[in-house]
């Protein structure tokens, strides 16, 4: 299987599994899935979507968030954890959003990577869930679940983005990491992949290194024991 079959493969199954390819952050205007992104940072999206539900009650516009207090506002997302500098950003990236952009995030990933604290994996998710264009949101889940199918290589998140620029179709790159993040919490965990029972194992390098053609899984090689040292000859003859 070449590696756009196994692509094609992929996309086509996780469907199947998650027809509803819909992002787990919790927001109702454009901004404010930029500041939840930004919050989601090093902390899961179920706990952001706690903190948001008080934070966007609170601040209720753009400028809400210019104008905020800074302490009052890190007191707000300090359960997202690296609160000094998310709020920071969330005050900057707002500021910066009224003063040089009319109050209108930008559709591209140059010009939202200019916002402060904005990385292309948040801007790939603005320009695809908002904007709906073509995206490549490259998290943790998607970069250890396309190592995986064998699709791309390494970790580094701008690398695996390009392989997958040049594997996906366009209309479907959006929704593919959509999926792999709902896949990645239900199948291919970190750590323990459940790939007995998972439904994209026909689309899947390392099942194919692991499992026989049959799907039995293929024994490792034993460990070898270290060597008992040798007792030495003078010691014994004593
Ligand atoms: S077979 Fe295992 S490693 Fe491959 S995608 Fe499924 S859970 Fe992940």
């Not at 591209?108 to 904005?118: C, D, Q, R, S």
């Not at 194992?201 to 270290?226: I, R, V």
Request: charged share 25%.
């Amino acid at each position: 299987m070449t590696k756009q079959e196994r692509a094609l493969l992929a996309i086509q199954l996780l469907k199947e599994v998650y027809p509803d390819a819909i992002c787990s952050l919790d927001y109702e205007r454009p901004y404010e899935l930029l500041i939840s992104t930004r919050l989601a940072a090093q902390c899961t999206d179920a706990r952001v979507n706690i903190v948001t539900e008080q934070l966007y009650k609170k601040y209720q516009s753009l400028k809400d968030f210019a104008d905020a207090d800074l302490a009052e506002l890190e007191e707000y997302v300090r359960p997202c954890g690296f609160y000094h500098t998310k709020a920071r950003d969330i005050i900057g990236m707002c500021q910066m959003l009224l003063e040089q952009y009319g109050g209108v995030l930008p559709d591209t990933v140059e010009e939202l990577t200019k916002l402060p604290g904005i990385g292309r994996k948040t801007a790939n998710l603005v320009v695809g869930d908002i904007y709906h264009k073509p995206a490549v949101v490259c998290d943790t889940h998607c970069i250890r679940i396309t190592n995986l199918l064998g699709l791309t290589t390494g970790k580094d998140p701008a690398k695996v983005e390009q392989q997958l620029w040049a594997l996906l179709p366009p209309e479907e790159s959006n929704s593919f990491c959509h999926r792999t993040v709902l896949f990645g919490r239900e199948y291919c965990i970190a750590r323990r992949p459940r790939c007995e029972e998972c439904p994209l194992a026909s689309a899947c390098q390392h099942y194919a290194d692991t499992h026989d053609p049959e799907g039995n899984p293929l024994l490792a090689a034993p460990e070898k024991k270290p060597a008992k040292p040798r007792a030495k000859k003078a010691a014994a003859a004593q």
